[in-house]
Protein backbone atom coordinates (compact mmCIF):
# COMPACT_ATOMS: atom_id res chain seq x y z
CA UNK A 1 0.00 0.00 0.00
CA UNK A 2 0.92 3.51 -1.13
CA UNK A 3 2.65 5.06 2.54
CA UNK A 4 0.36 8.41 1.83
CA UNK A 5 -2.96 6.42 1.44
CA UNK A 6 -2.10 4.57 4.60
CA UNK A 7 -1.44 7.36 6.46
CA UNK A 8 -4.41 9.42 5.12
CA UNK A 9 -6.51 6.66 5.71
CA UNK A 10 -5.08 5.94 9.25
CA UNK A 11 -5.56 9.99 10.02
CA UNK A 12 -9.24 9.59 9.05
CA UNK A 13 -9.97 6.62 11.15
CA UNK A 14 -8.39 7.84 13.82
CA UNK A 15 -10.29 11.26 13.41
CA UNK A 16 -13.65 9.31 12.91
CA UNK A 17 -13.12 7.32 15.94
CA UNK A 18 -11.93 10.26 17.93
CA UNK A 19 -15.48 11.70 16.91
CA UNK A 20 -17.66 8.76 17.77
CA UNK A 21 -16.00 8.75 21.29
CA UNK A 22 -16.54 12.17 21.97
CA UNK A 23 -20.37 11.99 20.78
CA UNK A 24 -21.00 9.09 22.94
CA UNK A 25 -19.00 9.96 25.93
CA UNK A 26 -20.24 13.75 26.15
CA UNK A 27 -22.85 14.02 24.19
CA UNK A 28 -21.41 17.09 21.54
CA UNK A 29 -19.84 16.43 17.91
CA UNK A 30 -15.89 16.80 17.45
CA UNK A 31 -16.21 20.82 15.69
CA UNK A 32 -12.42 21.78 16.53
CA UNK A 33 -13.72 25.35 16.38
CA UNK A 34 -16.08 24.67 19.05
CA UNK A 35 -13.71 22.80 21.06
CA UNK A 36 -11.12 25.56 21.24
CA UNK A 37 -14.01 28.37 21.73
CA UNK A 38 -15.64 26.31 23.80
CA UNK A 39 -11.88 25.55 26.14
CA UNK A 40 -10.95 29.43 25.69
CA UNK A 41 -14.30 30.78 27.46
CA UNK A 42 -13.81 28.23 29.76
CA UNK A 43 -16.58 26.37 29.10
CA UNK A 44 -17.47 22.76 30.79
CA UNK A 45 -15.68 19.85 29.74
CA UNK A 46 -12.28 21.96 29.33
CA UNK A 47 -10.45 18.58 30.20
CA UNK A 48 -12.48 16.63 27.49
CA UNK A 49 -11.51 19.78 25.39
CA UNK A 50 -8.03 19.64 25.78
CA UNK A 51 -7.61 16.30 25.58
CA UNK A 52 -9.24 16.14 21.82
CA UNK A 53 -7.10 19.50 20.74
CA UNK A 54 -4.06 17.91 22.05
CA UNK A 55 -4.55 14.68 20.94
CA UNK A 56 -4.76 16.44 17.00
CA UNK A 57 -2.08 18.04 17.53
CA UNK A 58 0.10 15.50 19.25
CA UNK A 59 -1.23 13.14 16.21
CA UNK A 60 -0.01 16.09 13.64
CA UNK A 61 3.27 16.12 14.98
CA UNK A 62 3.81 12.17 15.09
CA UNK A 63 3.01 12.10 11.23
CA UNK A 64 5.66 14.89 10.61
CA UNK A 65 8.28 13.04 12.55
CA UNK A 66 7.01 9.44 11.06
CA UNK A 67 6.44 10.77 7.63
CA UNK A 68 7.63 13.92 6.93
CA UNK A 69 7.44 14.15 3.11
CA UNK A 70 3.98 13.47 3.32
CA UNK A 71 3.47 16.52 6.15
CA UNK A 72 5.83 19.12 4.14
CA UNK A 73 4.03 22.30 3.21
CA UNK A 74 5.43 25.29 1.46
CA UNK A 75 3.43 28.77 2.00
CA UNK A 76 4.28 30.81 -0.42
CA UNK A 77 2.30 33.81 1.02
CA UNK A 78 3.48 36.62 3.79
CA UNK A 79 3.11 36.40 7.20
CA UNK A 80 0.39 38.44 7.23
CA UNK A 81 -1.43 37.19 4.84
CA UNK A 82 -1.30 34.10 5.90
CA UNK A 83 -2.98 35.46 9.34
CA UNK A 84 -5.38 37.30 7.85
CA UNK A 85 -6.57 33.96 6.10
CA UNK A 86 -6.73 32.36 9.58
CA UNK A 87 -8.63 34.90 10.64
CA UNK A 88 -11.17 34.83 8.24
CA UNK A 89 -11.44 31.22 8.69
CA UNK A 90 -12.25 31.67 12.07
CA UNK A 91 -15.00 34.10 11.98
CA UNK A 92 -16.95 32.17 8.88
CA UNK A 93 -16.46 29.41 11.66
CA UNK A 94 -17.98 30.73 13.84
CA UNK A 95 -20.75 32.56 11.79
CA UNK A 96 -21.06 28.92 10.40
CA UNK A 97 -22.06 27.82 13.93
CA UNK A 98 -19.05 25.50 13.15
CA UNK A 99 -16.08 24.46 10.66
CA UNK A 100 -15.66 21.52 8.42
CA UNK A 101 -14.41 19.12 10.99
CA UNK A 102 -17.63 19.54 12.98
CA UNK A 103 -20.46 20.26 9.90
CA UNK A 104 -17.90 18.09 7.80
CA UNK A 105 -17.22 14.76 9.77
CA UNK A 106 -19.83 14.72 12.01
CA UNK A 107 -22.70 16.69 11.20
CA UNK A 108 -23.20 15.09 7.57
CA UNK A 109 -22.68 11.49 9.31
CA UNK A 110 -25.94 12.61 11.75
CA UNK A 111 -27.62 13.63 8.81
CA UNK A 112 -27.95 17.41 10.25
CA UNK A 113 -29.33 18.92 7.08
CA UNK A 114 -27.70 22.46 8.43
CA UNK A 115 -24.60 20.66 8.27
CA UNK A 116 -24.90 19.58 4.69
CA UNK A 117 -25.94 22.75 3.73
CA UNK A 118 -22.80 24.56 5.30
CA UNK A 119 -20.42 21.48 4.60
CA UNK A 120 -21.90 21.96 0.51
CA UNK A 121 -21.22 26.01 0.99
CA UNK A 122 -17.73 25.23 2.25
CA UNK A 123 -16.66 23.12 -0.72
CA UNK A 124 -18.36 25.82 -3.18
CA UNK A 125 -15.98 28.36 -1.57
CA UNK A 126 -13.39 26.30 -1.61
CA UNK A 127 -13.69 25.77 -5.32
CA UNK A 128 -14.29 29.58 -6.03
CA UNK A 129 -11.78 30.36 -4.33
CA UNK A 130 -9.49 27.99 -6.54
CA UNK A 131 -11.08 28.95 -9.79
CA UNK A 132 -10.80 32.60 -9.15
CA UNK A 133 -6.61 32.05 -8.27
CA UNK A 134 -6.14 30.18 -11.17
CA UNK A 135 -7.67 32.83 -13.44
CA UNK A 136 -5.92 35.86 -12.11
CA UNK A 137 -2.22 33.74 -11.63
CA UNK A 138 -2.43 34.07 -7.70
CA UNK A 139 -0.70 31.98 -4.98
CA UNK A 140 -1.06 28.41 -5.38
Known amino acids: MNPSLFVTFLGGMILGLGGILLWLTRGRPAGVSGLAAGLLNGADDTEARAGFLGGLTASGALAALLTPELTHVHIDASLPLVAVAGLVVGIGARLANGCT ?4 VCGVSR ?4 SVVATSLFTLAGAATVLALSWTGGPR
Open 111 to 114: LSLR
Open 101 to 104: SGHG
